[in-house]
Structure formats: structure tokens, C-alpha cells
């Protein structure tokens, strides 16, 4: 059976960046914690609570020690609670998100009311959205967009993972909308980079296995687009989940992972792959 991996697969900038400071922090030692997961990956969170980083929901219980800004990033209010009880702050939002949480705040001082085009639900929007100081929505698609009221101003940003199509659709809407539209282009391009590859591995092979947390967001949408192509496309978070039975007849196996996905998980999978191969054959 031949393993091909996608061409782009695994962690983003913006995931290998928080990663690598949430270790540094870890090797350092002291009371470290994250606000909220890190990544979603929860093999990367269940290694950092082994080296002694455990995860908060929330700083009410916090007064002093280290605190690790998740790659999603936090809400203003949170930023602000861990200055105010001094804790020392490493601060590993993605760069992106960070320039989305800007820009709104930007916008909102300068009197637009900004439009989110997200999931309501995902901590980076509601991280985004915590920026803005005047009137805020949060939109999933054109559709939700076409119920939002006139505005004489609307400024738009997307969570960093959106698809470019459905900001297309947003501020198509927003455009019927607003007397005045300024938008800005927050989407990070590894997901559109990682979407892309992912459909040409699909019409390549007789089965794909899609690596990452069931919690990430980009990748269920990963899953979601190679099924499209091929419909023996399944969603693992380990190597122990993967079934003998799914690779019958298979000849060409696929292999894709999501941005929070590290490598070594990646490493595993392939590993138990060739294993699940070689019992087949054997």
C-alpha cells in the first residue's frame, strides 16, 4: 500500500510558534498555566500538564505565577485581569488573530460597527469580538449576513480560518447594507494552503485519514472537503484509532492533518499504517 502525505499538513506558523512557547515556559518551571487549551490538540495539552502546565478556564483562583496566552488568543477583559494581578504573562496568540483583534478595535474607536464573520461559539471570535467597543455581530455566513440591519458604517474581519468564499458572501451582503464598508483580509492562508492540498491528495487515492484534534475546527473542515472527493475519508485524533477493515482493497492511502496536528502524531500514524500494511500482506 502506498502513503502519500499531503503536501502541506500538520502545524501552522501560528500553532509551531504558541507550541514552542508554551515548552520554553514549561522548561522553565514555577506555577505555569494556560488560559484555556493552548492548541486544540489534546495529546500537545496532555504533554504540557506533564510537565506541569495545567489548564485554567478562567484567573479567578490565579494570583500569582505564569500565565500562557493561547494561540486563539483571550478576551481584552482577560488580557487585562492577569496585568492587574501582575502575573507574568507569555503571550502566544497567533500574530494573525492578534491583527484580526486590532483591527476591530481600530475600527469600533473610529465608529464603525464591525461585523465578525465567524463561528460565535470558537474562543477566537469571541476573543476578536471582546475588541470592539461599540456595536458588534458575529455572522457564519451570507445567509446570517442578509438579516443584519441598514448601517451607515461597517467595518468587516474574519476569524483567521474562514474560507475566502464566505467572506465573499459576507461583505456582499454588508455591501446592500452600509453607506460606508471597510474591510480587512484576516484569513490566514495556511487553511486555504492545507484545504487545497487536501482535495488533490482526495482524487489521488482509494482512502484518506485526516490527523487532528475532533475539537479543531479547520480540521473537521478538512475531513469535510476530502470526503467530498472521496468518501473513505476518516477523522482520527491518534494511531490507536485507526481500524485494519478501512483499508481493504486500498492501494493508495492518503494522508492529511490539521494546523494543531504536531508532527511526531503525524509520525505515529504513518507508523501504524505500514504495520496495519505489512499484517495484511503478512
Not at 482524487?203 to 467530498?228: H, M, P, W, Y
Amino acid at each position: 500500500m502506498e502513503i502519500i502525505l499531503a503536501r502541506q499538513a500538520g502545524f501552522c506558523f501560528g500553532v509551531k510558534r504558541a507550541t514552542q512557547m508554551a515548552f520554553e515556559a514549561a522548561d522553565k518551571g514555577g506555577r505555569t498555566f494556560t488560559l484555556g487549551p493552548i492548541i486544540h490538540s489534546p495529546q500537545v495539552v496532555q504533554k504540557l500538564e506533564d510537565m506541569g502546565v495545567k489548564v485554567l478556564n478562567d484567573l479567578s483562583e490565579l494570583e500569582t505565577g505564569t500565565i500562557i496566552i493561547r494561540s486563539h488568543g483571550v478576551t481584552s477583559g482577560e488580557l487585562e485581569e492577569a496585568v492587574r494581578k501582575e502575573l507574568e504573562i507569555v503571550d502566544a496568540t497567533c500574530p494573525f488573530v492578534k491583527k484580526a483583534q486590532e483591527h476591530v478595535q481600530s475600527l469600533s474607536s473610529a465608529g464603525y460597527d464591525v461585523v465578525v464573520v465567524g463561528d460565535a461559539d470558537h474562543p477566537e471570535v469571541q476573543g476578536i469580538v471582546s475588541y470592539a467597543e461599540g456595536k458588534v455581530y458575529v455572522v457564519g455566513s451570507g445567509v446570517e449576513a442578509a438579516k443584519l440591519p441598514k448601517m451607515s458604517k461597517i467595518g468587516v474581519v474574519a476569524q483567521t480560518t474562514q474560507s475566502f468564499e464566505n467572506l465573499e458572501d459576507v461583505v456582499r451582503e454588508c455591501l446592500r447594507r452600509a453607506s460606508e464598508l471597510r474591510v480587512f483580509h484576516t484569513i490566514c492562508d495556511a487553511t486555504a494552503v492545507r484545504q487545497e492540498a487536501a482535495k488533490d491528495l482526495a482524487r489521488q487515492v482509494d482512502c484518506v485519514i485526516v490527523i487532528g484534534g475532533f475539537n479543531s475546527g479547520n480540521t473537521k473542515r478538512l475531513a469535510e472537503v476530502c470526503a467530498e472527493i472521496q468518501e473513505r475519508t476518516h477523522h482520527i485524533e491518534i494511531a490507536e484509532q485507526l481500524l485494519p477493515e478501512w483499508f481493504a482493497g486500498v492501494e493508495r492511502v492518503g494522508v492529511t492533518a490539521g494546523a494543531s496536528t504536531p508532527k511526531w502524531i503525524i509520525d505515529e500514524v504513518i507508523e501504524q499504517i505500514e504495520r496495519i500494511d505489512r499484517d495484511k500482506n503478512g
